[in-house]
T-cell receptor, first 110, second 113 residues
Framework: LAKTTQPISMDSYEGQEVNITCSHN???????ITWYQQFPSQGPRFIIQ???TKVTNEVASLFIPADRKSSTLSLPRVSLSDTAVYYC???????????FGKGTHLIIQP | ETGVTQSPTHLIKTRGQQVTLRCSSQSGHNTVSWYQQALGQGPQFIFQ???????GRGNFPPRFSGLQFPNYSSELNVNALELDDSALYLCASSSTPATDTQYFGPGTRLTVL
């Protein structure tokens, strides 16, 4: 599975757009990029997934450049409740399970 | 639609004991995966069960074992507990084995003294 690198922590303010970038230089042709969100004392929650270009859902957008060596999770107009750890995962997710790194701890301030 | 549930919420054991954690999968899901999450770390894959058979395993010793029942609920058993087994144990269910979209339960916090 491709290794990912993302910032350990980020700070922002309510109402701002937050972009979290993940590097995955060794991504394979069959790999997808998936982001999960985890609040304290809860299990991770699927946010968004993409293969290339741009994906948008009701929660976030995912931008993937043509070389697919990085991806950016974009959270529009964040609120205090968006304070959480965000994990970037890359792989084709066969039976060896999901591979989580340490994630990015996003802190939103008033 | 019922989500993934886990029991108990918290558990305290002593070194050398055995523990059983339980998970009920989301309605319609036939696959259950277990993860261990140490403090400050991301979840680490333990193993996956699909149709009552182990369908993949991470880098965990044999004293970590599991079961899946006909109703797709699952148990995680850990024998000979060690201090380093203290962690949040997460169960995730999915509609198929090979998927990146898994639905996690709230976890069981295990403390080994």
């Amino acid at each position: 599975l491709a290794k990912t690198t993302q910032p350990i922590s980020m700070d922002s303010y309510e109402g701002q757009e937050v972009n979290i970038t993940c590097s995955h230089n060794n991504i394979a042709t069959n790999d997808y990029i998936t982001w999960y969100q985890q609040f304290p004392s809860q299990g991770p929650r699927f946010i968004i997934q993409g293969y290339k270009t741009k994906v948008t859902n009701e929660v976030a957008s995912l931008f993937i450049p043509a070389d697919r060596k990085s991806s950016t999770l974009s959270l529009p107009r964040v609120s205090l409740s968006d304070t959480a750890v965000y994990y970037c995962l890359v792989g084709d997710y066969r039976a060896d399970g999901l591979t989580f790194g340490k994630g990015t701890h996003l802190i939103i301030q008033p | 639609e019922t989500g993934v549930t886990q029991s108990p919420t918290h558990l305290i054991k002593t070194r050398g004991q055995q523990v059983t954690l339980r998970c009920s999968s989301q309605s319609g899901h036939n696959t259950v995966s277990w993860y261990q999450q140490a403090l400050g770390q991301g979840p680490q894959f333990i193993f996956q069960y699909y149709r009552e058979e182990e369908n993949g395993r991470g880098n965990f010793p044999p004293r970590f074992s599991g079961l899946q029942f006909p109703n797709y609920s699952s148990e995680l058993n850990v024998n000979a507990l060690e201090l380093d087994d203290s962690a949040l144990y997460l169960c995730a269910s999915s509609s198929t084995p090979a998927t990146d979209t898994q639905y996690f339960g709230p976890g069981t916090r295990l403390t080994v003294l």
